[in-house]
């Protein structure tokens, strides 16, 4: 073969859960590409920046749909006749499905096309969305049984995508588009409170406001299909030809329960989901009860309530998201350079500092609702520190290959332990705390009140878990770099000595020796 018509063979990671050198997958004859070939990426840089682009809308229309229930929940209430645990079940169904289906679109996701993947499942995602705002209220099951299949298509996107990104950036570079794609996450939740409730008090029918997003969403899908790549695994660690690797789901287990900076760091997202999961479900309803408690507004007795507090929780949960995502990332690429485990660090700062904040929340909403958001505020800054840098965390502690195993089973374990169960915990709590006095609108916010005590104690304990991962993170991001780089620069290394040394003829017995070094 011709220098000119040679390409640069694709890498191989070993299939065991240990640290060892792979092998090349195909030709023996393609070994001598050009430098510039070498340099070239597979994704051009532009097509790289609009695939993030298009990645950021999706999941800013994800995590939009998802607290739009949160934004028109009191109307939900009275449209349904349903208590407080009843209503956080919908939440529940919704991450159960999530948190289960999770792990199959990670097995996928290392092994298949991650384009058609993320292509289905934002389909069912459209579908069951506008789907379940057409419910009638005799049929509250429907509604939950439309819910979980939302969670299935979301579950294939959210697992799949951040690892793409992975995939077209490396080092500073992802670090940015990973704090841009997680910004994504406060502010579709802002604006999923503000969507909500604005679309219900202009059309005057909740339903609406679960239609905005899968209308929204198709333009997502059309842009899905035509300008976003799925590039090869680990193409930016490897000047684009990617790193390929065969191995089972029970390998890719062990590999991953070896790593202690990624159990830590997901028991510490775990702690996050909880806390963000329940207070971000409750708490347009618990200052809105604020209000009625001090005299602020009237009894919601028939919907459209008022959803001022939907409209203000979420404004502030959109500026918090972007002020405190953009300050942890700032933060993580200033001190990374000098202090190795900053990341975990900066998250364990920014939970523990949260708390106070939090108590101070719940236990001001009775004297002062502008002082409340105050406080509020400032948590949501402390707990968006986190967003961006959690995720770089898993992805510059897990080889390539393995990601979206990482990231599926991440997501699984977090949401069965944090918000799949937070909103519905704090329902229960508060309808048995209730439930011991005669009922008043006083005590339905204090026994809400009550129950929202549970948020802090689990920032204080995703802190902890933070400053574990903080001791190995250095040790276990040098190993997973060591792997993949010592996989591409080592080959290159000994192929090109055998070139060097061994002159090329087609009656030589270069191969014999190619061969001899591949079976090493």
């Known amino acids: ?97 999530f948190l289960l289906l999770a792990p199959l679109f990670g097995y996928l996701g290392d092994r298949y096309n991650r384009k058609y993947i993320m292509i289905g499942g934002l389909t069912m995602w459209l579908v069951t969305a506008a789907g379940s705002s057409f419910v009638t209220e005799s049929y509250f099951w429907l509604l939950m049984l439309l819910r979980a299949m939302v969670g299935i298509g979301e579950a ?21 588009m990973i704090c841009v794609f997680y910004i994504c996450i406060p502010v579709g939740s802002g604006l999923g409170y503000i969507t909500g409730a604005g679309v219900a008090t202009l059309t005057g029918d909740w339903r609406w406001a679960l239609r905005i997003t899968p209308i929204l969403g198709v333009v997502g899908l059309v842009l899905l299909v035509f300008l976003c790549p799925n590039p090869p695994r680990g193409a930016a660690e490897t000047n684009g030809e990617g790193v390929t690797g065969e191995s089972s789901y029970k390998q890719d287990l062990k590999y991953l329960l070896k790593n202690k900076s990624y159990v830590w760091s997901s028991l510490g997202v775990t702690a996050t989901a909880f806390l963000t999961g329940a207070m971000a479900f409750w708490m347009p309803t618990f200052l809105s009860r604020a209000r009625v408690s001090q005299g602020l507004l009237p009894p919601c007795f028939k919907e459209p309530c008022n959803n001022t507090d939907s409209y203000i929780f979420g404004a502030v949960t959109v500026v918090t998201g972007i002020l405190g995502a953009c300050l942890g990332s700032g933060l993580s690429r200033w001190f990374g350079v000098r202090v190795t485990n900053v990341d975990p660090v900066i998250c364990a700062v920014g939970l523990l500092g949260s708390a106070p904040c939090l108590f101070i929340t719940i236990f001001l909403a009775s004297a002062s609702i502008p002082a409340t958001y105050v406080f509020i505020f400032i948590g949501g800054v402390l707990i968006s520190l986190n967003w961006a840098v959690m995720a770089d965390i898993l992805l510059y502690v897990v080889i390539p290959t393995r990601r979206a195993t990482a990231e599926a089973l991440q997501i699984s374990v ?30 339905s916010f204090l026994s809400l009140k009550y129950s929202l005590l549970v948020c802090p104690f689990a920032g204080i304990l995703g802190g902890l878990f933070f400053l574990m991962t903080s001791i190995y993170i250095t040790g276990d991001r040098m190993a997973a770099a060591r792997l993949v780089e010592g996989t591409v620069n080592g080959s290159l290394l000994a192929f090109y000595s055998l070139q060097m040394v061994i002159p090329y003829n087609p009656d030589s017995n270069r191969t014999t020796f190619f061969s001899a070094l591949v079976t090493c």
């Open 156 to 176: 294939s996107y959210s697992t799949i995508a951040p690892t793409i990104i992975g995939d077209l950036f490396v080092g500073t570079r992802r670090s940015a």
């Open 414 to 443: 977090c949401h069965l332990l944090g918000d799949a169960g937070s909103p519905y915990l704090v329902g229960v709590i508060s309808d048995a705390i209730r439930k011991s006095k005669p009922a008043t609108h006083d005590w």
């Open 1 to 97: 073969m011709e220098p000119k018509d040679e390409r640069l063979p694709r890498w191989s990671l070993g299939s065991g859960s240990g640290l060892r050198y792979g092998s090349f997958v195909n030709s023996l004859s393609s070994l001598t590409p050009k430098a510039e070939e070498r340099e070239k990426p597979a994704i051009s840089p532009r097509r790289a920046y609009v695939a993030v682009a298009v990645l950021c809308y999706i999941n800013l229309l994800n995590y939009t749909e998802r607290y739009t229930i949160a934004g028109v929940l009191p109307n939900i209430q009275k449209f349904f006749d349903i208590s407080d645990s009843m209503a956080a079940l919908i939440q529940t169904v919704f991450i159960s499905s």
